[in-house]
């Protein structure tokens, strides 16, 4: 259609209430993520580990079909906990690698193409505009981690029985709160890189910086000063020792947890703040 035919028309669809407009911004931009068939497939993959998990515990449970392949009914038995501390990080890595390719696209995108003033003129505030797109990630993330880890919680409860999931509370809420706040602190990370770094290849490379190269350094600071120090600027270290602590496990350092949750809330609030100095109608050159 020509320029010249489009005129203006009222619009006459339904409108959602302003509580409930950052959803848009959630809608379009999973729909952008899920464009890329690549992106899709990754997706998918990445859901094997809930996978592989669901299919261990009905296993451990079918005593004929333990006997076909060769395995006793102890198949699980005394490897709880390890179980679900290994599957915890199988779920968590593959969480990050998806925050880390849809997350440059969030935010980028739109400084890149001057489009956030267009999202201000409309009944949508800065704060609305950051959790439509930390609602993006949570979608995403959500079912890879503490959904598929809950899963497979409960079936293990049913499964077993005689109250072994009140007896082993500790995983579940393990699963819930350190899956939780993982997905805050990468979710609000990456749109604080990416909001900050517009060109996509190098955001990612940033996150990579942070997490992985940030994570040396701290190791270096540990062994020149013996110390555990350096572990305040270990972010996977936190997220891990938190979760052990809720697991009931032994953690990794001397540094008491306290510390540990100040790590995740210190990345949280800085995120925000470099969320709140960018994300501006017009950006101003000083």
Same mark, same amino acid.
């Given at each position: 259609?020509?320029?010249?035919? #489009?005129?203006?028309?009222?619009?006459?669809?339904?409108?959602?209430?302003?509580?409930?407009?950052? $959803?848009? %911004?959630?809608?379009?931009?999973?729909?952008?993520?899920?464009?890329? #068939?690549?992106?899709?497939?990754?997706?998918?993959?990445?859901?094997?580990?809930?996978?592989?998990?669901?299919?261990? %515990?009905?296993?451990?449970?079918?005593?004929?079909?333990?006997?076909?392949?060769?395995?006793?009914?102890?198949?699980?038995?005394?490897?709880? @906990?390890?179980?679900?501390?290994?599957?915890?990080?199988?779920? $968590?890595?593959?969480?990050?690698? !998806?925050? %880390?390719?849809?997350?440059?696209?969030?935010? $980028?995108?739109?400084?890149?193409?001057? $489009?956030?003033?267009?999202?201000?003129?409309?009944?949508?505030?800065?704060?609305?505009?950051?959790?439509?797109?930390?609602?993006?990630? @949570?979608?995403?993330?959500?079912?890879?981690?503490?959904?598929?880890?809950?899963?497979?919680?409960?079936?293990? +409860?049913?499964?077993?029985?005689?109250?072994?999931? &009140?007896?082993?509370?500790?995983?579940?809420?393990?699963?819930?709160?350190?899956?939780?706040?993982?997905? !805050?602190?990468?979710?609000?990370?990456?749109?604080?890189?990416?909001?900050?770094?517009?060109?996509?290849?190098?955001?990612?490379?940033?996150?990579?910086?942070?997490?992985?190269?940030?994570?040396?350094? @701290?190791?270096?600071?540990?062994?020149?000063?013996?110390?555990?120090?350096?572990?305040?600027?270990?972010?996977?270290?936190? &997220?891990?020792?938190?979760?052990?602590?809720?697991?009931?496990?032994?953690?990794?350092?001397?540094?008491?947890?306290?510390?540990?949750?100040?790590?995740?809330? +210190?990345?949280?609030?800085?995120?925000?703040?470099?969320?709140?100095?960018?994300?501006?109608?017009?950006? %101003?050159?000083?």
């Amino acid at each position: 259609m020509a320029v010249y035919e #489009r005129i203006w028309r009222r619009y006459d669809g339904n409108l959602l209430p302003l509580k409930w407009r950052a $959803a848009v %911004v959630t809608k379009y931009a999973l729909a952008e993520a899920f464009s890329s #068939r690549i992106f899709a497939a990754f997706y998918v993959l990445c859901l094997l580990p809930t996978a592989i998990g669901v299919f261990l %515990v009905y296993l451990s449970h079918n005593v004929g079909l333990l006997q076909k392949v060769g395995l006793t009914t102890e198949f699980m038995g005394g490897l709880t @906990a390890v179980f679900f501390q290994f599957l915890f990080l199988w779920q $968590a890595l593959p969480a990050f690698f !998806v925050a %880390v390719i849809v997350s440059p696209s969030l935010i $980028a995108a739109d400084l890149s193409n001057n $489009a956030l003033s267009l999202y201000l003129s409309r009944p949508i505030t800065r704060r609305d505009y950051v959790l439509g797109k930390m609602a993006v990630l @949570a979608i995403l993330l959500s079912p890879i981690t503490w959904m598929g880890g809950l899963l497979i919680f409960l079936l293990q +409860a049913y499964l077993e029985g005689n109250n072994w999931g &009140i007896e082993n509370w500790r995983i579940g809420m393990a699963y819930l709160v350190g899956h939780v706040a993982w997905i !805050v602190v990468i979710s609000l990370l990456t749109l604080a890189i990416s909001a900050w770094v517009r060109f996509k290849p190098a955001a990612r490379g940033a996150l990579f910086g942070i997490i992985f190269i940030l994570a040396g350094f @701290a190791e270096a600071i540990n062994a020149v000063t013996r110390t555990s120090a350096g572990d305040l600027i270990h972010l996977t270290r936190a &997220i891990a020792n938190v979760v052990l602590s809720i697991f009931g496990g032994p953690t990794e350092g001397d540094l008491p947890i306290a510390f540990n949750w100040f790590t995740l809330i +210190a990345t949280c609030a800085l995120s925000i703040w470099m969320l709140h100095r960018k994300l501006r109608a017009h950006e %101003v050159v000083e």
